[in-house]
């Protein structure tokens, strides 16, 4: 197993260094010039030639990609040119508040999808059944933003129940910080539980027509240990697989619902400098967002191993 | 003589509907139309039958991973439909299963000391883990495997290695009746008669009473004691094995013997091969359900049903015309002539021909 995990990892590292050359050159690619947004009013061609100078941007392109992967290499992403702060002190500090924000969502989606898939295969047909594709298919249907708003309408502004917007770190009030988080990662949720739910449905379904399902029913067994531990854990690794990726489509899906709650995390990060043509920001982010996506797929792969044992000796 | 019936049908159908929504008018396929048989204690009761004559059917139902349609399942004198909770439970304990697949029908994701074990956690939870253990690598004993294969996962097995680990399964419970059904068709020929024999050997030796389900006669005639034949979701003919593969009064089940290859030189026979295909049990035919393939159908055939009678002690046949075409052709395994075809005949006269030019 460990060796099976570092081939992935090595694998891992020509992923990403691709991943780095496209996100270096469709930077390239955007329209607009920083340097120009920098130099300010007056356009001085001697300022924006020492801009470009000092920035690098002069550099033909292979040069700047270069300089730059050197640099993240050794853990310097650049500086935004922005606000002059090193990027990767920027995604530290943004980072979290929406690792927070996308593990509350997962959590709320696997809790809520989960159990919702197993027993409307269970009960496949029945109004169970029926009331939880209904219920999903609107959670798939209903857009963020309107969920979003409607529940900040009724929970925190007419019942007053939780704070509408913000952040609050959990080091400084954890509970405030999540019940701040409730809300937001309840949102994001909904679309992701009725994914879940549809897939553990369906995974469910399969497996429960198999023979070893009726044998273990055949044996005698508790219809619930049948269900838990002979179906689903069968069901299990489609299951582990989407929410691997899901959690990778959490960190881009937060965007919206952060800017909704006002949420200080990556979302708004990423939008604020894709508008200020911050290259270097935008190329740490998406770099950070890619590498977290392969570290999740690799978990998922890891997982496989605990759940199927076939892959064990091979 | 009298024994005891342990597991008994009555009147058993099952009917699924197919296809139709729409528009489309829905299909019922008559699985298992109209079963009554009885399977007495200690016997080894087979159920012979072509694929798709709902012998699996039928072995669900006595099972009841199926609920019938219509008719009942007696174990021991008690209804086994409506069972639920403690009673079913109790019922799985005392009738257990083999199945088809060893491939599939175990969980791939459990050792084999789980497998084997579960049942003995449902159905005898005073035991202490390591009692079961033991008693786990008692049962691996039995069926031929080391009690360290406990902990090693079924893929790691082969074929005839995972049915035998089916059968410790199934015993796991201490069941005094086991259903096999079609329990070494996805085996090797090879590992067939191992795991039949083994079957056999288990079944003296915990007392059992077994109804196995095979579309293979080879295996029945050895270790049954007595058989039922099916076509298209009826039995045809039912009695003793030994009389029935010698003197068959049903002509499918003649289509069927003689279409069993002799292994012994000398001893061929009438070959019966049957026309056509098997009709749909969603429209069987009016009548007699065999009347569209049998050599002998007259008119009688296509128009009344024939009922199940008794042709001698114990054996009963569903044919109008048992009795006459027993007089009129007697048996199909009867030895004729030197045992070699006239085809053969003359081929080995061209052979021996040939031999003798190249001599000169």
């Known amino acids: 197993m460990l060796a099976f995990i570092g081939r992935r990892l090595l694998v891992a590292i020509p992923t990403i260094l691709l991943i780095s050359v496209f996100v270096f050159l469709l930077q390239q690619l955007l329209p607009g010039d920083p340097i120009l947004a920098m130099a300010g009013e ?185 269900i838990l531990r002979h179906a689903f854990r069968n069901a299990l690794v489609p299951i582990v697989t989407l929410t691997a990726l899901l959690f990778g489509e959490l960190v881009a899906g937060a965007v919206l619902t952060e800017q909704i709650f006002t949420i200080p995390g990556f979302g708004k990060l990423v939008v604020d400098a894709v508008f200020n043509r911050d290259y270097a920001v935008v190329q740490g982010i998406v770099l950070c967002t890619a590498v977290g996506f392969i570290v999740m797929n690799l978990l998922a792969d890891a997982a496989y191993f605990a759940l199927n044992p076939r892959l064990r000796k091979s | 003589m009298m024994r005891e019936t342990i597991l008994e049908a009555v009147n058993l159908r099952k009917h699924f509907r197919s296809g139709g929504g729409l528009g489309r008018t829905a299909n019922t396929v008559r699985a298992v139309d109209g079963v009554s048989l009885e399977v007495h204690r200690g016997e080894t009761f087979a159920i012979v039958g072509e694929s798709g004559c709902g012998k699996s059917t039928l072995a669900r139902l006595l099972m009841r991973l199926l609920d019938p349609t219509e008719g009942d399942v007696l174990f021991d004198g008690r209804s086994i439909a409506g069972l639920r909770g403690r009673t079913l439970r109790d019922l799985r304990r005392d009738m257990q299963f083999v199945f088809q697949d060893p491939f599939s029908s175990l969980n791939p994701r ?103 389900i095979a579309h293979d006669l080879a295996v029945i005639r050895h270790m049954s004691d007595r058989v039922a034949v099916m076509y298209l979701g009826q039995i045809v003919e039912t009695g003793p094995s030994e009389q029935v593969f010698a003197n068959p009064r049903h002509p499918y089940t003649r289509a069927l013997l003689s279409a069993v290859p002799e292994p012994v030189y000398g001893r061929a026979h009438d070959r019966m091969a049957l026309k056509g295909e098997t009709p749909s049990p969603s429209a069987p035919p009016d009548g007699c359900r065999f009347h569209t393939r049998c050599p002998f159908a007259t008119e009688e055939c296509r128009k009344r049903v024939p009922e199940m009678r008794e042709m001698a002690p114990g054996q009963g046949a569903a044919c109008h015309h048992a009795e006459k075409i027993a007089a009129e052709h007697g048996s199909p395994v009867a030895v004729t002539g030197s045992g070699r075809s006239e085809g053969a005949e003359r081929r080995f006269a061209m052979y021996a021909e040939a031999i003798a030019d190249r001599g000169a």
């Not at chain 1, 853990?75 to 090193?86: M, V």
């Not at chain 1, 269970?122 to 029926?130: E, I, N, Q, R, W």
């Not at chain 2, 996805?186 to 009473?209: G, M, P």
């Open chain 2, 110 to 212: 459990m050792t084999v000391g789980k497998l084997v074990g579960e049942p003995l956690e449902t159905h005898s939870p005073e035991l202490s883990a390591r009692e079961r253990r033991a008693k786990v690598a008692e049962l691996l004993g039995r069926v031929g495997l080391r009690p360290e294969h406990a902990g090693r996962y079924p893929h790691e097995f082969s074929g005839g290695q995972r049915q035998r680990i089916g059968i410790a399964r199934a015993l796991a419970s201490g069941p005094r009746l086991i259903i096999g059904d079609e329990p070494v068709s996805a085996l090797d020929v090879s590992v067939q008669a191992q795991v039949i024999n083994r079957l056999h050997d288990l079944k003296e030796e915990f007392d059992l009473t077994l109804v196995i």
């Open chain 1, 42 to 226: 007056e356009r001085d061609p001697a300022t924006i030639e020492f801009l470009r100078e000092k920035y690098g941007l002069n550099d033909p392109l292979p040069v700047q990609y270069f300089k730059w992967i050197g640099g993240v290499i050794q853990g310097d992403l650049g500086i935004s040119l922005r606000t002059n702060q090193p990027v990767s002190e920027l995604l530290l500090q943004k980072l979290p508040v929406t690792i927070q924000l996308a593990v509350m969502a997962l959590i709320f989606a696997v809790v809520i999808g989960v159990p919702a898939g197993i027993l409307s295969a269970v009960k496949k047909g029945t109004v169970v059944d029926y009331a939880a594709n209904v219920v999903a298919l609107s959670g798939l249907s209903i857009p963020n933003f309107w969920l979003g708003i409607m529940l900040i309408l009724l929970v925190s502004v007419k019942w007053g129940l939780l704070p509408a917007s913000g952040y609050t770190p959990p080091g400084e009030d954890l509970v405030r910080s999540i019940t701040t988080m409730l809300m937001p990662a309840f949102v994001l949720g909904t679309a992701l539980a009725a994914t879940l739910m549809r897939h553990t449905r369906s995974a469910m379904l399969g497996v429960l027509k198999s023979d070893y399902v009726r044998t273990a029913r055949a044996k005698g067994l508790y219809e619930r240990r049948v």
